[in-house]
């Protein structure tokens, strides 16, 4: 065989490559050795050894010299014995992500294929080591061992690949915490990314770790001032430039990168050995780009977010040129910048995010995309969770996307990956990706909505199969891919009688549990901001004689329901957006009126107590739109007729209101029944 080597494409006359076939030492087939000849004469072995999967020679090596000089060896002709074969080049995420140079002639500890498994001791050493050779050289054994952990065959087995990587796992957060006098921004990108490629031995358990109080971990990282990444957060936010924006994109992959499994957060909080909820609380604590949970209502964005926002959509533009892992963690770095801030939200957009969120997603399969196999590596479906952080605010910044996500092909892949999901599995899945992705779509809003949820239709067997399915983010709250496709499925088949979907008693819970932290904000609905539609799915829910029997077997759906309307003067949700409010309230309200035309629910609603007809008094004379106050004068008059003589005091006769807002009773209960 004869080689070319090429440095990006372009030929590398300074490197001859040269084959040597080794005899099989084991079934995996015939072993491939590398040798590398520089101008100078010298010789350089490439590591480690390939061997033969599907008939194809996959290669991986490595350059003991600089990473500038790793080239991809191309078949350029064959030998009779194997004409068909193919010799792949898979570069050493670790060591191409980092860019720093390695001494002539240094050599990771890792013994090659046919040595002995890698020590996680010596590797630990290494990494702890004041030496940045011998950090170095740890990164490529680490970068070396998780392509090894996912070759078939490879000469270390899944679960002593997962052993090693756990042992590594708080070495490297340490070093991510180092000086940056010590550790740069170069390296500290370098050790993130090894980090990030070790989730993908097993994302549970190096997540969990990398998340384990009482050691070195993601969070003291991110909250490390001394450090690299501390430095570039104490800039001036004018001063920031595309390589910081980078920086901290590595640092979030390393973050999200655990979060690769049909269990998402709930599986690496049992292995870090804490509660979700406490592991939330350490993110609201210390992600230093979101809102934090002690000003969860706060709209306004901060300089910080508002100038990497850009920075971090150029590198989204061009996902090819960005180091291996590095794209999860720009991804989630966005998710984060968004959050909570409108004006952020609509600076990425002016700055082309969309274009670029479909350009990452054109680069992988709707199974690609939602696949835990390669998720760091890969990590392409993660735009499905940027895209709920970036809709929401810029949503409350005035702007309809839907029509922009309906025409570029968004919702269209969204659909695809949906229905790629029972073809995988259920415990095959990245439930971070699903379950983002599904609240993206209840939170979304706007004039092309009707034919966004048409073609949503379609993929009711997918919503089905989710709503069965044991995929979560977190459990114990209610973050389960089952609730959110089932407000999904509400939106679109709730109105439905005859229960078309196949709605079951757990469904309806879920949805009314939810709605009611969401309400309150007692505990995880701090995090998160109420949208306009926040209350779509349960009024299509009221609307069907069916579900709405399973509604009023929950107990706390009554409260719910007064709750909903917002008139406590303390209420959590006070500080809302007026625009929001106003909508939620009326959906509120509507969903009353309907269950009042139903004989069960006006008798559930009188059985109340006179909480609720004095809510509804209070909406008539306090409601901030006419359409509720209509909404409230035709559930009174069906709950109690005498009491609309209060409301027709507060009018001006004849039936209106003085202040010339609400129509007629009669109107609003004749409009209501042609609902």
């Excluded at 040798?35 to 480690?48: H, I, V």
């Excluded at 500890?109 to 990494?127: F, G, I, N, S, Y």
């Excluded at 069965?468 to 939106?491: H, R, Y």
Aim: hydrophobic content about 45%; charged content about 20%.
């Amino acid at each position: 065989m004869y080689f070319k080597s090429e440095v990006n494409g372009n030929a590398d006359t300074g490197w001859q490559t040269y084959v040597k076939d080794v005899p099989p030492a084991t079934p995996a087939g015939r072993v491939l050795r590398f040798t590398a000849r520089g101008l100078s004469g010298k010789e350089f072995q490439l590591l480690p050894l390939n061997r033969v999967v599907d008939e194809t020679y996959s290669v991986y090596f490595n350059l003991t010299m600089p990473p500038r000089r790793c080239g991809s060896a191309i078949m350029e002709s064959t030998g009779p014995a194997e004409p068909t074969a193919v010799a792949e080049h898979v570069a050493d995420a670790a060591a191409l992500a980092a860019g720093e140079p390695e001494p002539e002639g240094s050599m990771p500890v890792v013994p090659t294929a046919e040595e002995a498994v890698p020590r996680a001791e010596a590797l630990c050493a290494q990494l702890r080591a004041s030496s940045s050779t011998e950090r170095s050289a740890a990164y490529v054994a680490l970068g070396r061992l998780e392509l090894d952990a996912r070759a078939a065959g490879g000469a270390v087995s899944q679960q002593e690949a997962a052993d090693i990587a756990v042992a590594c796992t708080a070495p490297l957060c340490e070093i991510l915490c180092r000086d940056a006098a010590e550790v740069g921004a170069e390296e500290l990108r370098r050790a993130a990314l090894t980090l990030t490629a070790l989730t993908d031995i097993d994302a549970a358990r190096v997540g969990g770790e990398a998340f384990r109080p009482g050691q070195s971990n993601i969070w003291c990282a991110w909250s490390a001032e001394t450090s690299a990444l501390g430095a570039i957060l104490a800039k001036d936010p004018a001063d920031l430039v595309l390589e910081d924006a980078l920086t901290i994109g590595c640092t979030f992959a390393a973050f999200i990168g655990g979060w690769a499994t049909s269990r998402s957060i709930d599986a690496i909080a049992k292995v870090a050995g804490v509660t979700a909820m406490e592991f939330l609380g350490e993110f609201n604590a210390n992600c230093f780009l979101c809102v934090p949970c002690t000003n969860c209502f706060r709209t306004a964005d901060d300089a910080r977010n508002y100038a990497l926002a850009p920075l971090m959509v150029e590198l989204l533009k061009e996902p090819e040129k960005l180091p291996p892992f590095a794209l999860v963690g720009c991804l989630c770095q966005l998710e984060c910048l968004n959050a909570g801030r409108p004006k952020v939200a609509l600076k990425c957009l002016e700055h082309g995010i969309v274009d670029a969120a479909m350009g990452v997603l054109g680069r992988a399969t709707p199974a690609e995309q939602v696949t835990t196999t390669g998720f760091a590596r890969g990590g392409h479906g993660e735009v499905y969770h940027m895209m709920f952080d970036l809709v929401g605010p810029a949503q409350i910044g005035g702007e309809d996307l839907t029509g922009e996500l309906l025409a570029c092909g968004f919702i269209d892949q969204f659909v695809a990956m949906l229905n790629a999901v029972e073809e995988l599995g259920a415990s095959n899945v990245c439930g971070d990706v699903i379950f983002f992705g599904l609240w993206f779509l209840k939170l979304l809003d706007g004039e092309a909505l009707p034919q966004i949820e048409e073609k949503l239709r379609a993929a009711k067997p997918a919503l089905r199969y989710l709503c069965d399915s044991p995929i979560t983010s977190v459990a114990e709250i209610g973050w389960t891919c089952g609730v959110f496709s089932v407000f999904i499925a509400a939106n679109l088949f709730g109105r439905d009688e005859g229960n078309t979907f196949g709605f079951v008693q757990k469904d309806i819970d879920g949805v009314v549990e939810f709605e009611f932290e969401m309400l309150r904000a007692s505990a995880w609905g701090k995090i998160w901001q109420l949208v306009l539609n926040q209350c779509k799915g349960l009024l299509s829910l009221c609307i069907s004689d069916s579900a709405k029997e399973m509604l009023l077997h929950h107990a706390g759906f009554i409260p719910l329901l007064i709750d909903g309307l917002l008139l406590d003067d303390e209420h959590p949700r006070k500080d809302t957006a007026e625009a929001i409010k106003e909508r939620v309230q009326h959906d509120y309200a509507e969903c009353i009126q309907q269950i009042s035309l139903f004989p069960p629910g006006r008798a559930a609603l009188q059985a109340a107590g006179p909480r609720v007809v004095e809510a509804l008094d209070m909406l008539v004379d306090k409601a901030w739109s006419d359409e509720a106050k209509q909404c409230a004068h035709a559930a009174l008059m069906l709950l109690c007729p005498e009491r609309i003589k209060h409301s027709e005091q507060s009018s001006d006769g004849n039936g209106t209101q003085a202040d010339g807002g609400g129509g007629h009773v009669m109107i609003s209960y004749q409009w209501v029944g042609a609902a």
